[in-house]
């Protein structure tokens, strides 16, 4: 019953139809500007939940704390924020321990759905798969799209999007999925993404995410101009949210077009210090000053 109410809410306009919509595409303050609008207005107890939990994921996005709360979704939503606040590996792994506790005792679609985020975030792929694979409602199978494409398993991806398009080919979701299948496909594909991506835009305007990933399906044509352009614009229009994202696709964009990323390294190493991307350049640089080494000159 409760994934049949899901679907229908994809499917079926109620009033969280637009708060949806802005969370997913990005535009994580028009979301809480959305939730604030709609406060006042009678909804089901449901609702009423699920709108709570759109405002805590939206404050996430923009790096805020979180309340947190009394129901299992509102308290996986706190240990996301703990472990993303969190530095040393000892205390990811307690709160991994506290999640896989939390989602075993709670099998609810948003529950699961947040527990294979942070999974994934963690590194633990299968943990994260196994809780959205059997697709229970749009979002599931969103992640678990996004799963298959980590594993280069474009043809389970593509499955993940026709399901999508059965239930509703003009979700924000089905759309943001083929725009991920495009890009999955390289070169020959980026076109179709960026045609997604500029309706998407067109319709509830530029945000964060689809300024990246319009950029990167730029760089897939191989414009680096056009997409050190658009990540230009992004940071320029939402500097008071630095967006980790916009800052590595400028490293990126850099190196191809041959300028200096020190100062994107640099703004990187503030604003998230225990960036993947910078944990990857530090093992990089390590090996290149071992064997760097070996070839030294005494003087």
Known sequence: FIAFRLYL??????ELYTLRAQYWMGHYSLCLEEAKTIARRPMSPALKEEREEFIQRAQLGLGQQIAGGDTPALQALALKSKYEEA???????SI???????AAGDT???????ASQLYLSHGSTKDALSCVHLSTTMEHSTMALQIYLKLD?????????DSLRNVDEDSVLTSLAAVRIALAGGSSTAPDAAHHLNSLSEQYGPS??????????NCMTGDYVEAEAKLLECKKEFSAFPNPDTLVNLIVCSQYLNK???EYIAELKEAVPNHPFLEGLKRVEGAFLRE?????VAA
């Open 260 to 262: 200096p990323s020190d």
């Open 87 to 93: 530095v040393d590996e000892e205390t990811k792994n």
């Open 292 to 296: 760097a080494m070996k070839y030294k």
């Open 208 to 217: 964060p995410m689809l300024l990246n990933l319009s950029a990167c399906a």
């Open 9 to 14: 809410t994809m499917t079926e306009p109620d």
């Open 108 to 114: 609810s679609p948003s529950v699961q759905l947040y």
């Open 96 to 102: 991994i321990d506290e999640m896989k506790t939390l």
């Open 153 to 161: 398993r474009l043809d389970l991806a593509s499955k993940q999007l």
